[in-house]
């Protein structure tokens, strides 16, 4: 596959303007930015980009088509979970000029919102790219009687049409799991879930039965218990750490009555499976933890119910994969809501464009075991991992790896400096980013502390700040190369 495929993301009716996506997108892959000047490289190079963003012909929804493509031929014959979550894109303090957006979730600072989906390999939990994303910003004036209007005229919409994306999408996968948080408990969806489609849902309502005068969350009191597992439990305030819990399994069939405010065209009823999970002997001044996962898949009846449910909760245990992405688009990675750019309808393109860097910047390498570790630990920004790491691993010597392209905006993560005292840093050469990404602001400020290559052995035995860059071959293979050559593999 060329660079120019590598790097597609849409035809925009117009040659130019494909080699000018394709221009843009490798300069943001490789600036690991998404403000103009420093992906552009010159002051040419940024106008190309405003030139670019500014074009009525360049839509999110061809960037993200294309970019859902392009994921469909990688989920072919994979079962697939396809995970989808809301993120939003807040301008605090930095609203200055902004215009076309409305309030952010907070109902007066300037921002707007992506709602997107992933694909990730059921089996191996490859993240495998971007499948859909919806981004929009709320009007001035708050809707009024929400709760009497149909849902294609509610925001809760956007997760409807995530699932129908996925299911035209994704029509050559083994098997498709739709899955979400509490927000995406709607009645419509079970309603009108897509044939071909499971879904995994973490019950958000405590739901009338349509069977008896019980509520949904009463029903498992009489259901037995299949047997005992382990979860890790993420903490819920600031100081708390991560813990592991042992819940007990059950499983079983629920038929829920349509609420009275839903649809009247939608069924009256609908049966689910409900599979919870409840903390045995929580730690004392520990609330004991209690999930609830409504699903399409069958659990009740099969061989091993026990492993049956376990798997429920195993597949949406990976919903954390969207969530790692959206912080790729943000403060761990791409910095979105520190772009220059300033008129909504160019701010929609560029989050179309960091959504699918994001995805495409967090494909599993097969060496390296991706862990829901920050997620767990309620942690954003990179010092507070290493701290933590340092204090709970005492005696182990870590270095941190990091992209010749994340040097060179290093000096605008929070607490670099720090971070470079903590632990010794590897830089790893990319194609492009070795001819600028030492001269930065952060490899100037670090020189001194540098070492020649020949001693990479002993770096993780160097009192930090210590660094080392490290050169080497650079294969021209395209990721989705690379993937090609392994499926094959795989299935010779």
């Known amino acids: 596959m060329s660079d120019g495929d590598e790097f597609h993301i849409g035809h925009f009716g117009h040659k130019g303007r494909q080699r000018a996506g394709a221009t843009v997108f490798r300069g943001v892959m490789e600036s690991g930015s998404l403000v103009p000047r420093q992906v552009g490289g010159t002051r040419s190079g940024e106008k190309s980009i405003h030139n670019f963003l500014s074009r009525p012909e360049v839509t999110p929804q061809e960037i993200i088509a294309t970019a859902a493509q392009r994921t469909a031929k990688a989920c072919a014959a994979r079962r697939i979970v396809a995970a989808q979550d809301t993120t939003e894109i807040n301008f605090k303090n930095r609203d200055r000029a902004r215009k076309g957006l409305g309030p952010a979730g907070d109902g007066k600072t300037p921002g707007f919102f992506c709602h997107g989906m992933v694909a990730i390999d059921a089996d191996d939990e490859t993240l495998l790219g971007v499948v859909h994303a919806h981004i929009w910003t709320r009007p001035l004036e708050k809707a009024e009687k929400r ?11 956007r997760w409807l049409e995530g699932t129908a994306a996925a299911a035209n999408v994704l029509t050559d996968a083994a098997q498709l799991i739709v899955l979400g948080d509490r927000e995406f408990d709607i009645y419509a969806q079970f309603a009108r879930v ?14 009338n039965l349509a069977d ?14 299949f047997g005992r597992m382990a979860i890790r439990v993420p903490p819920h305030r600031p100081g708390e750490v991560a813990r592991i819990a042992s819940v007990a399994v059950k499983a079983g069939r629920v038929c829920i009555a349509r609420p009275c405010n839903s649809d009247r065209a939608d069924a009256p ?18 609330k004991a933890i209690v999930w609830r996962l409504l699903t399409t898949m069958q659990v009740c009846g099969q061989p091993d119910e026990l492993a049956a449910a376990q798997e429920i909760v195993q597949l949406y245990r990976l919903r954390w994969r969207i969530e790692q992405v959206f912080r790729a688009m943000k403060s761990d990675g791409f910095r979105l809501e520190e772009t220059q750019i300033h008129q909504a309808s160019r701010l929609f393109k560029l989050a179309a464009i960091a959504i699918v860097a994001a ?8 060496r390296i075991d991706v862990t829901d570790l920050e997620a767990d630990l309620g942690i954003t920004y990179t010092f507070a991992t290493i701290s933590y ?6 005696g ?10 994340n040097l060179r905006s290093f000096h605008r993560w929070q607490r670099w400096r720090d971070i470079a005292r903590l632990v010794p840093i590897a830089v790893i050469d990319r194609l492009g980013p070795s001819l600028y990404s030492a001269a930065g602001a952060a490899g100037q400020a670090l020189a001194w502390a540098r070492l020649p290559e020949s001693a990479a052995k002993t770096l993780p035995q160097r009192r930090p700040p210590a660094w080392i860059y ?23």
Do not use: Y
């Open 194 to 207: 897509p044939s071909g489609v499971e879904l995994i849902v973490r019950a958000a309502q405590n739901r």
């Open 359 to 366: 995805a495409r910047k967090l494909a599993r390498h097969p």
């Open 396 to 405: 182990v010597h870590f270095v941190w790896i990091m992209g010749a392209d």
């Open 389 to 394: 790491l340092i204090r709970r691993c005492p």
């Open 147 to 157: 709760r009497q209007r149909p849902i294609e005229d509610k925001e809760s919409m």
């Open 470 to 492: 490290l050169h080497g071959l650079k294969s021209p293979l395209s990721s989705t190369a690379l993937r090609a050559a392994r499926a094959l593999q795989r299935h010779k």
């Open 269 to 286: 009823s609908v049966t689910l499976t409900m599979v919870e999970v409840h903390e045995v002997d929580p730690p004392k001044g520990q």
């Open 212 to 225: 008896d005068d019980a509520r949904l969350f009463s029903a498992p009191t009489d259901w037995r218990e």
